[in-house]
């Protein structure tokens, strides 16, 4: 399941829902990313997308995620839009029978969102606004996953 939001989510209540009667499921991850202010003059990070073009890969990689691991549920939830600094962006949660499979589609999921998904972030501050590239670190990480 995939959600591209405006408005916050509750961590808690996401994986619940995720969960909630299912026997099947011995191992729970989730991955929750923040607005951080690295310098302390970070006003607001404006969070843009492709509407439909967005959901549509997000779809795609959550599917692949499915094929690559045996999940027995995932769940990627994305806000767009205006976000102040300790807001919450991402939230990633996979779900299996065992730790192993759980913990790699997270970070899958999370590489994927980090490098190739079709948003596009812009850092305000009190001087102006730029932005932001993927870092070599985050393409070095999703690089692994590369299919041979």
Known sequence: MIRVQTEDFDI?????ALSKDRH?????VTFSG???DK???LVALELEHYPGMTEKELARIEAEAQERWPLEASLIVHRVGRLLPGENIVLVVTASAHRQAAFEAAEFLMDYLKTRA???KREETASGGDWVDARDSDDTAAARWTKK
């Not at 099947?24 to 729970?28: E, P, R, S, T, W």
């Open 118 to 120: 079709p948003f596009w």
């Open 39 to 41: 310098t302390g003059d």
């Open 24 to 28: 099947d499921i011995g191992a729970v």
């Open 12 to 16: 808690g209540a996401e994986v619940t």
């Open 34 to 36: 923040t607005v951080r």
